[in-house]
């Protein structure tokens, strides 16, 4: 396995509720960023097809409208496996490079109309390595998403190293981010939609606490991303431009910010990371390792 290897984190905008052209944003950015020599590219949350910030703007009465908004996100949610799955695993190939990618995932495996909130884990001989749903959706985010379990809290091993995801606020889930750090996670991936400053000081903690990458990948959204059909966009305050600035970052074990944080802007942020210092990082401080006490802690997925 390479020591220095070219990660990348897509600050990109969805095709807003449209699933197949987001797929062909998606798919444009991942040969880009193989041609640029990148050995992992990660996208924000929910990037197919667009997170739904809606749930903080309309109130539950208004089941109408929610049944609208619904029904289109369902629409153009991912089935997993499928076609969507199946050209980004091409894609994925060809380009020679391992992708996380955020999604809103229709459960297939019973009704195929509630979604989850998950993370696709492509490596780069396209093939599908797994998934991740996120465990706990944050408060009016319930209303669109099912909770995830513990089954996929685990490392995929990638050209890139070993890589492990948790979404937005799981990321503050301590337990969590122990399953994480014991399966040997070398680089954390985060997608998220929170950009505050908060959250970019916990990803640098996070970094220094596990002593492994952090690469948090937000959406850049602006106003006009969202067409005129959708009538919450007028429950936004008048003049705003964005709806999310992203703030981006790649983060170093150190909690060293090696790209970004991107504000109020698309593109795809890249760094050189070498994973030897996820080894120096652990000389002193190794959570999962000489830290760890299993004589004092015990800690298990219960069954």
Known sequence: MNKIVKVAAAQLS?????????????????????????????????????????????????????????????????????????????????????????????????????????????????????????????????????????????????????????????????LARNAIYQSGAQILVSPTWDKSANWLQSMQHIAREGGLFVMSTCMALRMNDIPDEYNFKQLYPEGRQWINTGNSCIIAPNGEILAGPLESEEAILYAEIDLQQIIAAKRMFDVAGHYSRPDVFAFGLKN
């Open 14 to 174: 969805p095709i807003f509720l449209d699933k197949e052209k987001t797929v062909d944003k998606a798919c444009d950015a991942i040969l880009e960023a193989g041609k640029k020599g990148a050995h992992l590219i990660v996208f924000p949350e929910a990037f197919i097809s667009g997170y739904p910030d809606w749930v903080w703007l309309i109130p539950n009465s208004k089941g109408a409208v929610l049944n609208e908004l619904y029904v289109k996100l369902v629409e153009n949610a991912v089935t997993i496996p499928g076609k969507t799955t199946d050209r980004l695993c091409k894609t994925a190939k060809s380009a020679g490079i391992s992708v996380v990618m955020g999604v809103n995932e229709r459960n297939s495996e019973s009704s195929g109309s509630s979604l989850y909130n998950s993370l696709l884990f492509i490596d780069s001989n396209g093939e599908l390595m797994g998934k991740h749903r996120k465990l706990i959706p944050t408060g009016g985010e319930r209303l669109i998403w099912a909770q995830g379990d513990g089954s996929t809290l685990r490392s995929y091993k990638t050209s890139a190293g070993m890589i492990a995801g948790l979404i937005c606020w799981e990321n503050y889930m301590p």
